[in-house]
């Protein structure tokens, strides 16, 4: 009798195991790549190496996300540096998909991957950017596409990582990181 009781209860332990394990693995939401792009050469006059761009290099391969790491209330994070002004390094692709608008250097405008962006989902939004032991408010008003790149629509440039929040001078100056130093910074972000 008490072999049955222990078979029966082992049952119900291997028939609600899997269920919890999978409930588990749906909130863990990983993200995981989509695709890849093989590059191809950019044309002369596009990728200027001299001006600091991120050419795409002929055959190599470069993955795409759809998504970003999970947002909790201190999400790990890269910080860059690009500029929001018309005729500002971050120009190849014209105003901000938010708001069609440029943004001077000095505001605190930020730029994030495609899976924390979310379909425009948080558009002239503020986040809270930890880093360098400072905190900083900043509005969302761009992508920073991790699904493509390579192309004439991406200048030429490989497609974003998907932990990516790149940031206006402004935002790196309220972070008091010197200037010599700025170019990426390990941060930790939040929703307003």
Request: aromatic residues 6%.
């Amino acid at each position: 009798m008490k072999n049955i009781r222990l078979c029966t209860k082992s049952l119900i332990v291997l028939l609600i195991l899997p269920t919890i394990c999978s409930f588990s693995e749906s909130r863990l939401q990983v993200c995981k790549p989509n695709s890849k792009i093989k590059a191809k050469n950019p044309p002369n006059g596009h990728c200027n190496i001299e001006e600091d761009d991120i050419c795409c290099i002929k055959d190599k391969i470069y993955t795409t996300y759809k998504c970003s790491p999970q947002v909790s209330s201190k999400t790990k994070a890269i910080l860059t540096l690009n500029s929001f002004e018309k005729g500002g390094d971050g120009d190849g692709d014209g105003p901000s998909k938010c708001d069609n608008k440029y943004h001077f250097d000095d505001t605190h405008v930020v730029a994030l991957s495609t899976g924390w962006y979310n379909g425009e989902g948080r558009c002239l939004r503020n986040i809270t950017i930890n880093g360098n032991g400072r905190s900083v408010n900043a509005m969302v008003v761009d992508e920073c596409d991790s699904t493509m790149g390579c192309d004439e629509k991406h200048d030429y440039q490989p497609p974003c990582r998907n932990n990516l929040v790149i940031a206006s001078q402004g935002v790196w100056r309220a972070l008091r990181v010197p200037i010599n130093e700025w170019g990426e910074l390990d941060i930790t972000w939040f929703d307003e």
